[in-house]
């Protein structure tokens, strides 16, 4: 199994703020993806962060909101600009596992002021 | 209508119950099943894949029906520490792997 840990923990941001959110694996993955889930409700893809390559998007989700790095095998960032009380939320990263099974970090609990 | 509904419950039963859990997934190509569970402010964690021969952990027992794309996840002789949220997750494989969730079923096992 893999271990992910996530920083920060949580945090209250004002609006129109950044906030950048990282996730650190401690063995080397191929796939990492970054979930959100708002209150009271499951977890929705936002994106597919690939590394040497340009994050994949899902619907309704775009890169100058959600802007990803992924430097190497190991760690990802995630980034929710210019915010908003729509914003807050639990955001996870997770790790494809064996090609299989998916681990999750322990989130990140956002709230937007 | 949802990539995969499930029934959000609560299932309120008590400890040494049986309960059954339901879930309909509506892309056919979808390949991978699984049964998720997510404790209160925690993070999701695997509890169990689901194979189209159905399969069994212990207690807990999934079944996958493709014709129907219905899944099941039955567990037998509730404990309290059983109480949580069940995820519903079907892998679709299209131009990339990902995971689609439902929005889980809430179990509460009183004593």
């Known amino acids: 199994s893999a271990v992910i840990s996530q920083k920060p923990s949580r945090d209250i941001c004002q609006r129109g703020t950044s906030l950048t959110i990282q996730c650190q694996v401690d063995s080397q993955v191929t796939m990492m993806f970054w979930y959100r889930q708002q209150p009271g409700q499951s977890l929705t893809l936002i994106a597919t962060?690939?590394?040497?390559?340009?994050?994949?998007?899902e619907s309704g989700f775009v890169i100058d909101k959600f802007p990803i790095s992924r430097p190497n095998l190991t760690f990802s960032t995630l980034t929710v600009s210019n915010m908003s009380p729509e914003d807050s939320s639990i955001y996870l990263c997770?790790?494809?596992?064996?090609?299989?099974?998916?681990?999750f970090g322990p989130g990140t609990r956002l709230t937007v002021l | 209508r949802k990539e995969v509904e499930q029934d959000p419950g609560p299932f309120n039963v008590p400890e040494g119950a049986t309960v059954a859990f339901n879930c309909t997934y509506s892309?056919?190509?979808?390949?991978?099943f699984f049964w998720y569970r997510q404790d209160c402010r925690k993070e999701p964690k695997l509890l169990m894949s689901v194979y189209s021969s159905g399969n069994e952990d212990g207690r807990f027992t999934a079944q996958l029906n493709r014709a129907s794309q219905y899944i099941s996840l039955l567990i037998r002789d509730s404990k309290l520490s059983d109480s949580a949220t069940y995820l519903c997750?079907?892998?679709?494989?299209?131009?990339?792997?990902?995971?689609?969730f439902g929005s889980g079923t809430r179990l509460l096992v009183r004593p």
């Open positions: 997770s790790v494809d596992w064996a090609g299989n099974e998916q681990f």
């Open positions: 892309n056919s190509a979808s390949q991978s």
């Open positions: 962060a690939n590394q040497g390559s340009e994050a994949t998007y």
């Open positions: 997750v079907v892998n679709v494989k299209d131009s990339s792997y990902k995971l689609i």
